[in-house]
């Protein structure tokens, strides 16, 4: 069992303190894996002596035992994406490479596919129901991201982009209000800006829906809806095929749900991008 799951089968069993510890650590693991424990703690608003006793009861000798776990788990010591990509070049023949890339998208797929489908008309509710859409992914989540929110932003208004431009995280989280919603999408190792923004969701109270890589990661841990997509690939990079598939099935339904009011506004925003130019239109000038 990972640190991970340890923590969330042993949550309801410890004590306020020890829980305000542990779900710190879920929620800002990037952190926990390069700082000391004394500047962690700090950070937890607890003291060193309370990570401790949260990694004794977890069944850990103490925290650099628990640390080096968190470290295993998000595959920064032995699987690195140097030790994949030595892993890649030992394989014998670029078709049988080819081949492999090709199966796991497959598979990504049909396991993203299988894990779901309940899930989607739950994420399709509440991003609906909310007054305002905030959609964020740093990194390799950026691709998701923007394919949420260039599709999205078609036939409704009130979506917006957190690229963290210029550092303009903070333009967005202050805005955020219960009645709004952020649809965020993080993969391990989580981005510490992902972090960031899920930690201001939180403290607003707006609805979360995140598009992540497992139920025990931070997103999952904090979000009202969950959907779950598998990176696994023979490259030494996660896949992000599933996630994609992810963010069009979600699209989708979304557009279904507002019915003649969508294909109205899409019909506009489409007529606007050729009218415009920035559509080449074969035989218009």
Same mark, same amino acid.
């Given at each position: 069992m990972n640190p991970r799951e340890k923590i969330v089968s042993q949550f309801s069993t410890l004590s306020p303190v %020890?829980?305000?510890?542990? =779900? +710190? @650590? !879920? $929620?800002? *693991?990037? $952190?926990?894996?390069?700082? @000391?424990?004394?500047? +962690?703690? *700090? =950070?937890?608003?607890?003291?060193? #002596? *309370? %990570?401790?006793? !949260?990694a004794q009861r977890l069944g850990y000798e103490g925290w650099g035992e628990l640390k080096d776990a968190f470290i295993d788990d998000i595959g920064l010591r032995d699987d690195t994406y140097v030790?994949?990509? =030595?892993?890649?070049? #030992?394989?014998?023949t670029q078709p049988q490479l080819y081949e492999e890339v090709f199966q796991a998208h497959q598979a990504n797929l049909a396991a993203t596919q299988r894990d779901n489908h309940q899930k989607m008309d739950k994420a399709v509710s509440l991003l609906d129901a909310a007054d305002n859409v905030y959609i964020c992914g740093f990194r390799a989540s950026f691709p998701i991201a923007w394919s949420l929110f260039y599709i999205y932003r078609l036939f409704n208004r009130q979506v917006s982009l957190i690229d963290g431009l210029a550092s303009n995280i903070e333009v967005f989280t202050r805005e955020l209000t219960a009645q709004d919603a952020i649809l965020l999408t993080s993969f391990a190792p989580y981005s510490r800006e992902s972090l960031t923004v899920l930690q201001a969701a939180r403290q607003a109270g707006a609805k979360i829906v995140a598009i992540t890589d497992s139920p025990v990661s931070p997103l999952a841990q904090?979000?009202?809806? *969950? %959907? !779950?997509?598998?990176?696994?690939?023979?490259? +030494? +990079?996660?896949?992000?095929?599933? /996630?994609? /598939? %992810?963010a069009e099935c979600l699209l989708a339904m979304l557009v279904a749900r507002h019915g003649r009011e969508a294909v109205s506004k899409i019909e506009n925003a489409e007529r606007y991008l050729i009218d415009s130019g920035a559509y080449v239109v074969p035989g218009k000038p």
């Open positions: %020890l829980q305000r510890a542990a =779900e +710190f @650590s !879920l $929620q800002n *693991t990037n $952190q926990l894996v390069v700082q @000391s424990m004394r500047a +962690f703690a *700090t =950070e937890a608003g607890v003291k060193p #002596a *309370t %990570l401790m006793r !949260l030790s994949k990509a =030595e892993k890649l070049i #030992a394989k014998p904090a979000a009202d809806c *969950t %959907l !779950l997509f598998s990176v696994e690939s023979p490259s +030494f +990079f996660p896949s992000v095929v599933s /996630g994609m /598939g %992810l």
